[in-house]
């Protein structure tokens, strides 16, 4: 890609080109990501992380919170007491939220569950759309909704599996992130991966 006259979503537009922000737009953001329960898991987390606050601090804080469960190992996640999360609530290098903490632990075990019942986490979410992206014609950002009926289906489901901290507006942002949703806008370089 020609790196000079690049075009990027305009949320973008405020964010240095060296800055954390547009390095997970180009890299990550949008990119239908599949196969990787640990990378799901782990943006999952900073979804729920990030709930109240924003996306630059969450994404700040990923190498702490990388540290603090284990590279997002589901199994090792899935084993942490209650005394682990007490001692990461006194950890500086995350958020230190103690129900965003629980959530995570909760939600280890979750994916633990629908792997028994889908073979992996990754299929479990693209199962929704049959492992198809949806893809909006955003022409302004601004237009892109904070959630949509499938937001709402994905969110009910998740959660009578005891997911937590997985409203339909945390999922909306979620399925945009691991690309189930491609909301780059139209005149985005980044629109359409491989």
Known sequence: MNMTNIKRCQWVAKYQD???????????WGHP??????????????????AGLSWEISLKKRPGLKLAFYDFDIENVSHMTESD???????????RNSLKIAATISNANAIKNVKDDFGSFSNYMWHFTDNQVIDHQVVAYQD???????????????KKRGFKFTGPVTIYSYLQGMGVINDHEMTCDWKYHD
Not at 144 to 153: A, G
């Open 18 to 28: 060296t800055d954390i922000m547009v390095s997970y737009h180009d890299q990550e």
């Open 33 to 50: 990501l599949r196969d990787d329960d640990r990378l799901l898991f782990e943006l999952l987390t900073l979804e729920i992380f990030q």
């Open 85 to 95: 999360a007490q001692k990461l609530k006194e950890n500086p290098n995350i958020i």
């Open 144 to 158: 892109v909704v904070s959630q949509n009926e499938l937001s709402q289906i994905i969110s009910k489901d998740m």
